[in-house]
T-cell receptor, first 113, second 114 residues
Framework: DGGITQSPKYLFRKEGQNVTLSCEQN?????MYWYRQDPGQGLRLIYY???????QKGDIAEGYSVSREKKESFPLTVTSAQKNPTAFYLC????????????FGPGTRLTVT | AQSVTQLGSHVSVSEGALVLLRCNYS??????LFWYVQYPNQGLQLLLK??????LVKGINGFEAEFKKSETSFHLTKPSAHMSDAAEYFC????????????FGQGTELSVKP
């Protein structure tokens, strides 16, 4: 079955540690996105990538980094510079910039203490 | 700049009653509009979308939405609520110039009472 996988589902880290969230898709989609979700705030875009080896900052990129070395993969690193990293992180993909809808993975809940 | 406003962070209906979730948008270009549903601790699932053409769009699970340009609205409706409809619903507008970026509303949590 085609889809988007995110792992792990739950992640716990100590403050000051970097952590990398995985996102893989087998939909052959060109574009991929990372969102952060906090209660009552909807979804906010962290980074997005339209093609391999290229990505752009979203609205809240500070404290995060990404890479896009393969079409299928778009990992997100939450660095120690992110002041409030505890959140639900969602990865999405779409066929391309002319495509309309985005398809979402199941999410990773990150808790930093 | 595009934006989305969902009126009401919580909506409660009885099973069998009409569901109406409100969404207003602002956009400087013809909008592409979406409704997504999210069950607890899960990702978002596309319910329906409006791109061009017919302004009344039908989606999955019996939901539909009507694009009203004059009112800048895209309200989501379902004639008869089921218990399984209890979830959070997000309205989104596609940004015209930034790589397919979606701008989301704050979300509306729908509760369904037996």
């Amino acid at each position: 079955d085609g889809g988007i996988t995110q792992s792990p589902k739950y992640l716990f880290r100590k403050e000051g540690q970097n952590v990398t969230l995985s996102c893989e898709q087998n939909l052959n989609h060109d574009a991929m996105y990372w969102y952060r979700q906090d209660p009552g705030q909807g979804l906010r875009l962290i980074y997005y990538s339209q093609i391999v080896n290229d990505f752009q900052k979203g609205d809240i990129a500070e404290g995060y980094s990404v890479s896009r070395e393969k079409k299928e993969s778009f990992p997100l690193t939450v660095t120690s510079a992110q002041k409030n990293p505890t959140a639900f992180y969602l990865c999405a993909s779409s066929m391309g910039t002319r495509a309309y809808e985005q398809y979402f993975g199941p999410g990773t809940r990150l808790t930093v203490t | 700049a595009q934006s989305v406003t969902q009126l009401g962070s919580h909506v409660s209906v009885s099973e069998g009653a009409l569901v109406l979730l409100r969404c207003n948008y602002s956009s400087s270009v013809p909008p592409y509009l979406f409704w997504y549903v999210q069950y607890p601790n899960q990702g978002l699932q596309l319910l329906l979308k409006y791109t061009t053409g017919a302004t009344l769009v039908k989606g999955i699970n019996g939901f539909e939405a009507e694009f009203k340009k004059s009112e800048t609205s895209f309200h989501l409706t379902k004639p008869s609520a089921h218990m399984s409809d209890a979830a959070e619903y997000f309205c989104a507008v596609r940004h015209g110039n930034q790589g397919g970026k979606l701008i989301f509303g704050q979300g509306t949590e729908l509760s369904v009472k037996p």
